[in-house]
């Protein structure tokens, strides 16, 4: 079940009118049961690997808290609990690159020793993603470590703990709540706040807009440039590479506010997952707007334990790269996902040594030095494999070297009218960013108006992305990119 499908439009509604019906005592329960529904409407045998990982790290946490064994049993504890919880991610998202790359250093090795015919062909062996495992596990894991470093107390109520893990907003793909956020919430009685569902409501349009009109009209364009990549000019591939930085925006953060609306329909509030993140001066300051709740995850658990800044500058620099490859690893198993995160952390490495120099320049380019640098690690992120990504950067820059006649441009599935409809989407999302980044938020200026124009307002918006969203052709919602993560 997808926020951009009919059947969210129904069961939400449904799910809110019985929330604020039932008595206080029941309304967690009635969450837990929807949660669970609408995670086993993908696919209902995927519930055994949520049940698994919500007790493992409940037992875990339970455990740790007890305090036996001392310090060597309790760490030890630790790492086992995590190796359990971390196993099913990595045997469905990781064990077929892992076992083609064995293979393949097996086949170099038997190469060198001049007996290649002996090592078997690669595995073809391919496992279906549990749609939002990476989510749900790092969300599992942060609460076990923070339990470990006695940071919080464990949650001694399981089924409490289990909305935790499963709390449907934001299970399939973000934002990675931490329990002091969200844990918490669910000891708080709710009731239903007029002004605040007003709120949730705007939040909610502004992301279908950007999810339905912007990013999935984008995906018509990018999908097909990046499909037949070397029947493509440089120019086309250009463009789709720009309006994937645009696409994979648009989506994941229309994914992220409409997980916010709906969490703020029931009283809840979620972390703020973007902040204008092509505003960014520098590549530090983009993954500081980009993706928080993953960025600031890798920060506390990875970054800082394994030294963070407070090593030798060298050694810094070492962490930065590391964990910028990790997270490249966690979007997806492949050496291209694993190359974005190295540039991003070699990039970052640079905005560190380079910070006095960049002081001096004027803010305009370093945004736009930021926005190029993102955007050739967009062409490694939307690129099948490495080699692609290779030849996709060179025919780009061979377009630029040489000033090419363009003839495919309109030619990608998508009509000068749809095109500009994307230029004027694109617009308005730079434009909303860069009041915000002002202290100007538009839906607050929109709800300080009279009720009549707060009406209008959100039937115009219902009413647009219902004439202009990308439906398909007896409507097939568009999964979020991120759903494969």
């Given at each position: 079940m997808v926020f951009n499908s009919f059947k969210y439009l129904l069961f939400l509604p449904v799910l809110l009118l019985l929330y604020f019906i039932l008595p206080q005592k029941l309304r967690n329960w009635w969450l837990l049961a929807c949660s669970w529904y609408f995670y086993m409407s993908w696919n209902a045998l995927h519930g055994i690997l949520l049940l698994g990982c919500t007790a493992v790290s409940y037992a875990g946490a339970r455990l740790l808290q007890r305090d036996g064994g001392g310090a060597k049993g309790r760490k030890a504890l630790f790492v086992l609990t995590l190796c359990v919880l971390f196993a099913p991610l990595v045997f469905y998202k990781y064990s077929n690159f892992l076992m083609?790359?064995?293979?393949?250093?097996?086949?170099?090795v038997a190469g060198l020793a001049g007996a290649a015919g002996i090592v078997p062909p690669a595995p073809a062996t391919s496992f279906a993603l549990p749609v939002g495992i990476s989510f749900f596990t790092f969300q599992a894991a942060g609460y076990l470590t923070d339990v470990y470093r006695r940071n919080i107390v464990a949650e001694r109520n399981f089924f409490r703990y289990a909305l935790f893990v499963s709390f449907f907003p934001q299970l399939v793909a973000g934002p990675i709540e931490r329990s002091g956020t969200l844990l918490r919430q669910f000891d708080t009685p709710k009731s239903?706040?007029?002004?605040?569902?007003?709120?949730?409501?705007?939040?909610?349009?502004?992301?279908?807009?950007?999810?339905?009109?912007?990013?999935?009209?984008?995906?018509i364009f990018v999908n097909s440039a990046y499909a037949q990549p070397y029947e493509t000019e440089g120019m086309t591939l250009l463009f789709a590479t720009v309006f994937f930085a645009f696409q994979i925006y648009g989506d994941f953060y229309g994914y992220s506010l409409i997980a916010k609306g709906?969490?703020?329909?029931?009283?809840?509030?979620?972390?703020?997952?973007?902040?204008?993140?092509?505003?960014?001066?520098?590549?530090q300051d983009f993954w500081r707007r980009w993706h928080i709740?993953?960025?600031?995850w890798f920060r506390d658990y990875v970054y800082i334990p394994l030294g963070g800044s407070r090593c030798t500058?060298?050694?810094?620099a070492l962490n930065i790269v590391l964990v910028m490859a990790l997270s490249g690893l966690w979007h997806g198993a492949g050496w291209h996902f694993v190359a974005w995160g190295l540039l991003h952390g070699i990039l970052q490495v640079a905005d560190r040594t380079s910070a006095d120099f960049q002081k001096k320049l004027p803010a305009a380019l370093r945004r736009l030095v930021t926005f190029f640098w993102v955007n050739v690690g967009w062409c490694l992120f939307r690129s099948p494999s490495l080699r692609t990504a290779a030849d996709i950067l060179r025919s780009i820059g061979s377009f630029i070297a040489?000033?090419?006649?363009?003839?495919?441009?309109?030619?990608?599935?998508?009509?000068w009218p749809e095109l500009k409809l994307l230029y004027a989407s694109i617009a308005l999302l730079l434009a909303v960013d860069a009041l915000n980044e002002r202290g100007i938020c538009v839906r607050r200026c929109i709800q300080k108006c009279g009720a009549s124009v707060q009406v209008l307002a959100v039937?115009?918006?219902?009413?647009?992305?219902?004439?202009?969203?990308?439906?398909?052709?007896?409507?097939?919602?568009?999964?979020?990119i991120y759903f494969q993560f």
């Amino acid at each position: 079940m997808v926020f951009n499908s009919f059947k969210y439009l129904l069961f939400l509604p449904v799910l809110l009118l019985l929330y604020f019906i039932l008595p206080q005592k029941l309304r967690n329960w009635w969450l837990l049961a929807c949660s669970w529904y609408f995670y086993m409407s993908w696919n209902a045998l995927h519930g055994i690997l949520l049940l698994g990982c919500t007790a493992v790290s409940y037992a875990g946490a339970r455990l740790l808290q007890r305090d036996g064994g001392g310090a060597k049993g309790r760490k030890a504890l630790f790492v086992l609990t995590l190796c359990v919880l971390f196993a099913p991610l990595v045997f469905y998202k990781y064990s077929n690159f892992l076992m083609q790359n064995a293979f393949r250093a097996l086949r170099l090795v038997a190469g060198l020793a001049g007996a290649a015919g002996i090592v078997p062909p690669a595995p073809a062996t391919s496992f279906a993603l549990p749609v939002g495992i990476s989510f749900f596990t790092f969300q599992a894991a942060g609460y076990l470590t923070d339990v470990y470093r006695r940071n919080i107390v464990a949650e001694r109520n399981f089924f409490r703990y289990a909305l935790f893990v499963s709390f449907f907003p934001q299970l399939v793909a973000g934002p990675i709540e931490r329990s002091g956020t969200l844990l918490r919430q669910f000891d708080t009685p709710k009731s239903f706040d007029f002004e605040r569902a007003k709120d949730a409501v705007f939040i909610m349009l502004w992301g279908y807009f950007l999810k339905m009109v912007l990013a999935d009209r984008a995906a018509i364009f990018v999908n097909s440039a990046y499909a037949q990549p070397y029947e493509t000019e440089g120019m086309t591939l250009l463009f789709a590479t720009v309006f994937f930085a645009f696409q994979i925006y648009g989506d994941f953060y229309g994914y992220s506010l409409i997980a916010k609306g709906s969490a703020k329909l029931l009283g809840f509030e979620l972390t703020d997952n973007f902040a204008s993140p092509y505003g960014a001066l520098n590549v530090q300051d983009f993954w500081r707007r980009w993706h928080i709740s993953l960025s600031t995850w890798f920060r506390d658990y990875v970054y800082i334990p394994l030294g963070g800044s407070r090593c030798t500058a060298a050694r810094t620099a070492l962490n930065i790269v590391l964990v910028m490859a990790l997270s490249g690893l966690w979007h997806g198993a492949g050496w291209h996902f694993v190359a974005w995160g190295l540039l991003h952390g070699i990039l970052q490495v640079a905005d560190r040594t380079s910070a006095d120099f960049q002081k001096k320049l004027p803010a305009a380019l370093r945004r736009l030095v930021t926005f190029f640098w993102v955007n050739v690690g967009w062409c490694l992120f939307r690129s099948p494999s490495l080699r692609t990504a290779a030849d996709i950067l060179r025919s780009i820059g061979s377009f630029i070297a040489r000033h090419k006649q363009i003839h495919d441009f309109f030619y990608m599935k998508l009509e000068w009218p749809e095109l500009k409809l994307l230029y004027a989407s694109i617009a308005l999302l730079l434009a909303v960013d860069a009041l915000n980044e002002r202290g100007i938020c538009v839906r607050r200026c929109i709800q300080k108006c009279g009720a009549s124009v707060q009406v209008l307002a959100v039937a115009a918006g219902i009413v647009f992305i219902a004439a202009t969203g990308v439906w398909g052709g007896t409507y097939n919602a568009a999964d979020f990119i991120y759903f494969q993560f």
